[in-house]
């Protein structure tokens, strides 16, 4: 899943933009989180209360344009100078950009051998539960959190009954 997460009113690079430029990002951004994250959460969410949950991911890496959608497509596929030309990498130096993308890769890799992304050096990540919805964060430093897309889940899913033991903490980036 990749999410805007702490984006949306700002313009390309996190910047504050005005007018025309930061009307269109915003509208992006909505987009994204109506369409592909709502989506990657109804997965996570049916997954997880049929007793078979997956592992999720975010990419929160700023590119020129934000943590936006397809970001992590050159991170996975290790060809960054091949993206050059697109806006979302304009400036960006593919030597900042490799260590999220060698994790990404591990995790990736690792997953598609054992079902299991977790790698040595890396923080533990755990399944997608309805009791621990636990995400790895792949930023500038990789991270697990738990449950970094409540208030969109609780926006974007509101008629989802949530069971009495569900864990409704919020925020927790434990």
Known sequence: MCCSAGTAGRGPGGQRGRGRRTRRFVEGAATHIALSLRVAL?????????????????????????????????????????WSASPMFHDVDPAGVEPIGRAFRQAVAAFVRTGNPNTPGAPAWEAYTELRRCTMRFDTFVTAANDPAYSERRLLLPSRRHSSGSAETGNDDS
């Open 42 to 82: 109804q997965v996570a969410e049916a997954r997880a209360r049929h007793g078979h949950p997956g592992f999720v991911y975010q990419v929160d890496w700023r590119s020129a344009l934000g943590a936006c959608h397809t970001v992590d497509i050159p991170l996975l596929f290790d060809n960054l100078p091949a």
